[in-house]
């Protein structure tokens, strides 16, 4: 599988120079096909190939006084440019035309010189190189230093550099990585993530809520005020923008450190891990949307997927609309809805439950039913009908479709309505 390295770059004042013409030349590019296909579009001409749309913004554009300064930048941070333009058109049709699930994707935008992340991207064209001194080479920007926090698994396929609101530079690799499947585990175990306790494990763990965002908003609210006080577009407020972004990115990078040490230990203890679909974009709207965007569960359930993934464990996602809180799991008797402040419940079968390890253990029993130890769903073993399902009712219609494809009115030489039977010459089914 292919995996990112992020590590920490520290250009000087030169290289800081070159990343910044490097990536406003991407941005132009991006928005000069961007802006060419809207005017093909809207005059009625033809869609404008990827082949052709590098020839008029980069290659032609090049010739002109008014892009000559393109030629100042490696060739293939622009040609990337248009690479993701590209993606970005493929994504929004593809979600137009119910292709794509999920939620809806719109259509690409112009980039601004004021969004708060820049980006440019080298691949092996380039020839980017990791020198023996540690130093990354990119082209015409120069060796710029790396902090290296583990070695690289392997040769990168490309390398991106990030400069964040915070204005601190980051270079990715996309590197390929065999996966390292861990010594087999019998133990198993369900997730319910909540506010309170974000996590609460079916053998009973309950994992506190760190909360960083909320322990964090006093420094926050001391960073934000001087912000509020600033003229807009001086200097000094650009320097309270940079301050209040480096606070927030503590506050981030605090939240991930956490979630991946504790999904490396879940993953590494339980030989199949299982969560509930939570639907993150409509909790966000709710009156928890702070608490909800403060616990981090879609970073935290995406960790664990990927983790399985590379250690070769089962993991799951149930269905969002199983009644795990309320359902007992002992009997399976679903009981009425509950308020959030019900912690703990009692079942007329005589069971006492937690409200959280009871969904857990429900969410547990739900991953073993709809995953084999392959990580493969399986399909519902058949059940006997109802009998209030089976019955054959005297006023169905007798021109009704029967299974062989012949009319029930044809096939069916005797019907006793009282006991529900049905028998005849060419009926496979006796019901009863």
């Known amino acids: 599988m292919r995996l990112r390295h992020n590590y920490r770059a520290y250009p000087d004042g030169g290289q800081r120079q070159a990343l910044a013409q490097a990536f406003g030349c991407a941005r132009v590019v991006f928005n000069d096909g961007l802006r060419a296909r809207r005017t093909a579009w809207e005059n009625g001409l033809p869609h404008i190939s990827d082949g052709e749309l590098s020839k008029q913004v980069i290659t032609l554009a090049k010739r002109t006084r008014e892009r000559e300064w393109l030629g100042g930048v490696s060739s293939v941070v622009l040609q990337q440019a248009l690479a993701d333009l ?156 940079v301050r209040v972004a480096r606070a927030h990115a503590r506050v981030a990078n605090a939240r991930r450190d956490w979630q991946h040490k504790l999904s490396t230990a879940i993953i590494r203890d339980n030989q199949a891990v299982y969560v509930e679909d939570l639907c993150v974009v409509g909790l966000g709207r709710s009156r928890l949307a702070k608490s909800v965007h403060d616990a981090g569960w879609a970073l935290f359930v995406g960790m664990l997927e990927y983790k399985a993934r590379r250690y070769g464990r089962t993991f799951g996602k149930v269905d969002r609309f199983l009644p795990s809180t309320r359902t007992c799991s002992d009997c399976g008797r679903v009981n009425d809805r509950m308020a959030l402040d019900v912690r703990s419940w009692d079942c007329p079968c005589g069971s006492r439950h937690d409200r959280d390890v009871n969904a857990a253990i429900n969410i547990k029993a739900a991953g073993r039913a709809d995953f084999n130890d392959r990580g493969a769903h399986v399909r519902p073993a058949p059940v006997s009908a109802a009998r209030r399902e089976a019955v054959i009712h005297p006023d169905v219609a007798s021109d009704v479709e029967g299974i062989s494809g012949r009319r029930i009115g044809e096939n069916v030489n005797s019907r006793k309505h009282g006991s529900g039977t049905l028998s005849g010459h060419g009926s496979r089914y006796r019901l009863g």
Not at 123 to 141: A, C, D, Q, W, Y
Not at 145 to 150: D, E, L, N
Not at 155 to 170: K, L, M, N
């Open 86 to 241: 590209n993606v970005a058109y493929r994504n929004f049709f593809t979600s137009v035309t119910g292709k794509r699930k999920g939620r809806k994707v719109a259509p690409p935008r112009f980039r601004s010189l004021k969004d708060n992340r820049q980006a440019i991207r080298f691949t092996r064209n380039s020839r980017f190189s990791v020198l023996e001194n540690g130093r990354l080479r990119l082209p015409k920007i120069g060796d710029v230093p790396v902090r290296w926090s583990r070695r690289l698994p392997s040769d990168p396929s490309s390398v991106t550099v990030v400069r964040d609101a915070a204005g601190r530079y980051f270079v990715s690799f996309v590197v390929a990585t065999a996966d390292e499947a861990l010594p087999v585990t019998d133990s198993e175990v369900g997730i319910d993530l909540g506010l309170t306790h974000f996590a609460v494990l079916s053998d009973g763990v309950k994992v506190a809520a760190p909360k960083f965002l909320r322990r964090a908003a006093r420094r926050l609210r001391r960073s934000q005020k001087p912000l509020a006080r600033k003229v807009k577009g001086s200097n000094n407020r650009r320097k309270a923008v």
